[in-house]
């Protein structure tokens, strides 16, 4: 049996930083996703999702300065989780996309980034 993780997300970006280590360069940022519906009454609710992602600097990618607040991306990647040890000792779990494609949408066809 075949296994398959893969993501695809398209939102608008939140906080973002860039990391360097050694000659690489390595963002991480969040996303916003939304999801649309009415109540029994009608009333439109809006759920939003964030999404931890990491993208490594390599061939194909863009200028990870261009990662910035409110741009709407679209991603491809896995699902990757680990865990940590908080500072208060707790152990915690943390899943992010490792992202392997990455596209950054221009504004004129962002209708469905614009919650």
Known sequence: MEQLNRI???GRIGNA???KYGEAQCARFSVA????????????????TW?????WEGRNTPDLTQ???GR???LVGRIRQYKYTSTDG??????EIY???????????????NF
Request: hydrophobic share 35%.
């Open 8 to 10: 695809e997300v398209i």
């Open 17 to 19: 930083s860039l990391n």
């Open 33 to 48: 996703t939304d999801y649309v519906y009415k109540d029994r009454e009608g009333t439109p609710i809006v759920e939003t």
């Open 51 to 55: 999404h931890n992602a990491v993208l």
């Open 67 to 69: 990662l910035v607040r």
């Open 72 to 74: 709407c991306v679209h």
């Open 90 to 95: 707790s152990e915690r779990t943390l899943s």
């Open 99 to 113: 992202v392997t494609d990455i596209e950054i949408l221009e504004e004129q066809v962002t209708a469905q980034c």
